[in-house]
């Protein structure tokens, strides 16, 4: 029976069988026992089946819910969703599951892409059975599709057997707290597991990873967000997602992991606790999403920019910006007012920023980062903002007499764009969150703020985070995507990479040279670490001012001010760049140089953020030759190349998607310390690739970086 078809994406419901899927992949699940249990995994463009089925585990379980009771009915319905206008269209069911017994519905929510290669999967725990949901689209299609008749006790599905003695059987118990569970087909697979951290105030390793071969009796448990599977006789490969936060940031009784056992695969922790379950309000697990490749590497990082293109669509004039925030030099607040405002403003539109953000102070309120915490009898507040007079986001009365409007003006007159420090309450697990919402639409309809920074975030349980969420997701939709967040991931338990951020771009690290934990290297790291997994749109990246706190640094080769000021810049320029200073503390010497390579840079920014932005070469180190390349279409792109402190002045590099004769246009280069180069005239220059498939490339002297296009359409 098909219950719904919109474009190539399908419901079905075949006996006790349900299957959903698109032309890419399809899910199948058997419901025999009641309970839903993965029974394919099906990569309809090579044909290759990842499961085999098994009766004996449902699909998910939640901590507190017996798996013990049938269900009495289960419902299904369809309708088009697009998360309150932030992505892509797809095709929503959920599958609602009653339990007589229970006052709650398990409700399955499976996320259907067009032309998609993967689904996307949570489950939420709604509260009172009465309601069928709290949203109710006007095209739903709602229909019930089993009864307890149509269970059966056990199912005749073949499971397979773990070879174990009886001592090591309890190694292999049961589950009580997963979202995935599934049998995988082939023995023959390597996986490989990729952690994040976050919390960047502490951490600057920010990826790891893990790989290894599937052994039989084998339990192994893998941290991270990210798991690869490809099969070793097969060019096939499966990719798991779990759409939660880092390790630092996780909630429930379980911690979120991949479990192995043998072929069993499980991803633990749904992020719910019985305590969780005790709340009235309805609560959604962490997600899951499950897709299909080729088993390639790039086919992985492919499929990883198709699974974020759906969820946030690239918009160039939203997501390719350069931005500036006042917090950088560490005044903190101290000098926040009108009259170094309007500097400032003067001082980003000479430069060519294009939002010039506002940190804490513009308030009234006074936070424990303020300059004048020790003068309040609370120290300053870092949540219950809206308690005492409730006055907390009101413009500040004496450092701006006026309110912001003559700032508003002057934004508006220089062309450049306001953003704003705003931290959410987190009191009570958000308890404010709707007076939030309020307070941000009031900011942006009355001065036209559109990037706000979220900071100051303390997500305490799944159900704050939940709230957290929905306050992002409601300002969206009230403004038709104009108000954009900048999701700030330095410190406490926050939404990580993963964990639902796609309203907004990451506010990625604090650095500070006066603390000397700012090298523009390490920022380049962190970009080249993260760019495989996470569009670099997504992601701001700070550049210091390199004169301030020189001496902090001594004699030391890799000091901010011995890479000069263009390259510190330079190395955040396949991001959004993020001046972390005061721009009126610049030397005219610095606004000249900053000014001149942004506004070369800028005719191409938007499209080379538009595609899809990959390391090259090494790690950066300090001394290595490394780089980006941004994959704009199959015939063209860019890349840059930097030569940090490294001995030689030439390396050979290579380059995704790229081998033979490749036609290059040099576009702007830096040869000698600040001193940026754009040529007159853009000659095209053929370039041939060694036998490996790497290409020459040079450099004169140490930190010295040189941008091309690559256009392989007019190569014979």
């Known amino acids: ?100 017994v229970m006052s709650a519905i398990q409700r399955l929510t499976l996320k259907i892409y067009p032309e998609a290669p993967f689904i996307r999967h949570e489950i939420t725990v709604i509260q009172d059975s009465t309601v069928q949901s709290n949203y109710l689209p006007s095209d739903m299609e709602r229909s019930l599709v089993w009864t307890k008749d149509d269970f059966k006790a056990n199912s005749n599905l073949s499971t397979p057997a773990l070879q174990l003695d009886t001592n090591n059987k309890q190694h292999h118990a049961a589950l009580a707290d997963y979202c995935e569970h599934m049998v995988l087909r082939d023995l023959h697979c390597r996986w490989t597991s990729i952690q994040f951290l976050d919390q960047t105030d502490t951490n600057n390793n920010l990826v790891s990873r893990d790989t290894g071969l599937l052994y039989v009796n084998e339990k192994r448990s893998l941290q991270g967000n990210l798991l690869f599977l490809t099969k070793t006789l097969h060019e096939s490969g499966l990719l798991i997602i779990k759409e939660g936060p880092t390790k630092l940031g996780i909630f429930g009784n379980y911690r979120m992991e991949f ?39 790039l086919g992985g990082y492919n499929l990883l920019e198709t699974y974020h293109r759906n969820l946030r669509p690239h918009n160039s004039d939203r997501d390719s910006f350069m931005m500036s925030n006042t917090w950088g030099d560490r005044s903190k607040d101290g000098a926040i007012s009108e009259s170094f405002l309007i500097k400032e403003l003067q001082a980003a539109a000479a430069l060519g920023i294009s939002i010039m953000q506002i940190d804490d102070g513009w308030q009234k309120g006074v936070t424990s980062n303020s300059v004048h915490a020790s003068t309040m009898a609370n120290g300053g507040l870092w949540s219950d903002y809206y308690s005492g007079d409730g006055d907390f986001w009101e413009v500040h009365p004496d450092r701006f007499p006026n309110g912001l409007a003559s700032i508003v003006a002057l934004a508006k007159e220089l062309g450049v764009a306001l953003g704003l420090w705003y931290s959410p309450d987190s009191v009570h697990d958000y308890m404010n969150w709707e007076r939030d919402i309020a307070t941000l639409l009031h900011l942006h309809r009355n001065y036209n703020i559109r990037a706000f920074k979220l900071d100051g975030i303390e997500i305490r349980s799944k159900l704050g985070e939940i709230r957290l969420l929905n306050m992002m997701r409601y300002v969206q939709k009230a403004t038709n995507g104009q108000v954009d967040f900048n999701i700030d991931t330095t410190a406490q338990k926050r939404l990580g990479y993963f964990g639902q951020t796609q309203y907004g771009s990451i506010f990625l690290e604090n650095r500070y040279t006066d603390w000397k934990n700012y090298y523009p290297h390490w920022t380049l790291r962190n970009l080249w670490m993260l760019a495989p997994y996470l569009p670099s749109s997504r992601l701001q990246m700070e550049f210091l001012n390199v004169n301030r706190n020189m001496d902090n640094y001594a004699e030391d080769p890799l000091a901010p001010d011995a890479c000069g000021q263009v390259y510190a810049f330079a190395a955040t320029a396949f991001s959004n760049p993020l001046a972390w200073m005061e721009l009126t503390r610049l030397t005219d010497q610095q606004m000249t140089r900053l000014s001149k390579i942004i506004q070369a840079l800028k005719p191409y920014h938007a499209e080379i953020l538009a595609g899809q932005v990959l390391p090259i070469g090494e790690e950066p180190s300090g001394a290595s030759w490394t780089g980006m390349q941004s994959i704009c279409s199959p015939m063209h792109g860019y890349f840059i190349i930097y030569r940090e402190l490294h001995e030689s002045d030439t390396a ?65």
């Open 652 to 716: 050979v590099m290579k380059l995704w998607g790229l081998s033979g004769e490749v036609n290059v246009t040099e576009l702007l280069r830096m040869d000698i310390k600040d001193d940026v180069l754009i040529p007159q005239t853009q000659l095209q220059v053929v370039w041939e690739s060694t036998q490996q498939g790497e290409y020459v490339v040079t450099r004169p002297a140490p930190f010295t970086f040189i941008m091309y296009r690559y256009d392989i359409s007019s190569i014979s």
């Open 1 to 100: 029976m098909l219950l719904k078809e919109w474009l190539d994406c399908y419901v079905r419901v075949e006996g006790t069988y349900l299957r959903v899927g698109n032309a890419k992949i399809e899910r199948c699940w058997s419901f025999a026992g009641g309970c839903p249990v993965n029974v394919s995994i099906l990569d309809k463009n090579t044909n290759q089946e990842w499961l085999t089925a098994e009766p004996d585990t449902p699909m998910f379980q939640i901590p507190g819910m017996s798996d013990d009771q049938q269900p009495h009915a289960i419902f299904i319905s369809t309708f088009v969703e697009n998360d309150y206008g932030v992505s892509q269209p797809y095709l929503q069911t959920n599958v609602d599951i009653h339990v007589e």
């Open 259 to 297: 479990q192995f056992r043998g072929k069993r695969l499980s991803l633990e922790g749904t992020g719910l606790s019985e305590e969780d379950l005790r709340q009235k309000e309805d609560i959604t697990s962490y997600g899951v999403t499950v897709g299909v490749y080729d088993g390639t590497m």
